[in-house]
């Protein structure tokens, strides 16, 4: 579940509050399209949005869609023989970014993959979600720490760091209330005033760079300090939920630069206009990864 409905919503949160008008209406009005039989009235808004994802992916048969399997060793177990996934939350992400950027789909793809994006981009800040432990009780992984068994709060590893650790609850429940998003609101907060947005040019990023970033995070982090079978202690717990609110501030961040990437609604400014042998040029500061048309005439009126 990633960081289940809370973070997820706290993810999209930060994103929404640093998209700029033009960009919140472009969204705004994508999440409003009709899906048919896959609509949700508890997901209507760019925030709740983020859960619908998760709601939908047994029936859409998108589980695998959530995570990436990037494995490595606790024991000196060979990962050589580890399986590759049919698909995973990196070309999920690449999926939507395609579609997005492509005016021409169908506006209920648009939709789709919106929703679709505000949740992959939650998902793939949890190190667990971009890992898979191998070690001699689990050859084959321990599918991202849900077979890393605990006592306590929570019944396995992966539980664990869905719930930050102990940051986020399941105080949050359907149909969503004035109550949900007080907590939503006060959860924002704590992020943000630990990790304010920093402003800065988005580009189209290759999310492989992310998971290897949460790959990195589950060796380092996740898997130290805690031994199979055992309780997590409070010293422990307490980097599970610093790491969280690190994590969920970089994913609404993250996400804030995407969107307004993709929907950049002005065109860019002209650095240059130049004739060399006959042949003009123009010059223009550009975005990574941006598309960009240029419009001419062969008789200028």
Same mark, same amino acid.
């Given at each position: 579940l990633g960081w289940g409905a809370e973070g997820h919503m706290v993810v999209a949160q930060i994103a929404y509050n640093h998209l700029d008008a033009a960009v919140k209406a472009k969204c705004d009005a994508l999440i409003a399209v009709n899906l048919g039989t896959f609509s949700s009235n508890?997901?209507?808004n760019f925030v709740t949005a983020a859960c619908w994802a998760d709601d939908f992916k047994s029936p859409l048969g998108t589980g695998i869609w959530h995570y990436i399997d990037l494995p490595f060793s606790l024991d000196g177990t060979t990962t050589n023989n580890f399986p590759v996934d049919a698909f995973d939350v990196v070309r999920a992400i690449n999926q939507c970014v395609a579609i997005l950027q492509d005016p021409t789909q169908p506006l209920t793809s648009q939709a789709t993959a919106l929703r679709y994006l505000i949740h992959f981009v939650g998902d793939?800040?949890?190190?667990?979600h971009c890992s898979d432990a191998v070690y001699k009780a689990s050859p084959q992984g321990d599918a991202g720490g849900n077979d890393f068994r605990i006592t306590g709060s929570w019944n396995n590893l992966h539980s664990l760091w869905d719930a930050g650790g102990g940051f986020l609850g399941d105080?949050?429940?359907r149909p969503?209330? +004035?109550a949900s998003y007080a907590i939503i609101t006060s959860k924002v907060a704590a992020v943000e005033a630990a990790y304010p947005y920093p402003v800065s040019i988005g580009s189209i990023p290759d999310p492989m760079t992310w998971a290897q970033e949460g790959w990195g995070l589950a060796k380092t982090v996740s898997y130290v300090g805690i031994t199979n079978g055992t309780s997590p202690t409070a010293s422990y717990l307490s980097t +599970?939920?610093?790491t969280t609110i690190q994590r969920m501030a970089i994913g609404g961040q993250?996400?804030?630069k995407l969107l307004a990437t993709i929907y950049v609604t002005n065109a860019p400014p002209l650095i240059s206009a130049t004739i060399t042998n006959n042949n003009f040029g123009l010059s223009w500061?550009?975005?990574t990864g941006?598309?960009?048309r240029v419009q001419w005439k062969q008789q200028p009126t």
């Open positions: 508890s997901t209507s793939i800040e949890q190190p667990l105080s949050v429940t969503f209330t +004035a +599970a939920q610093s993250r996400l804030a500061g550009a975005v941006r598309i960009y």
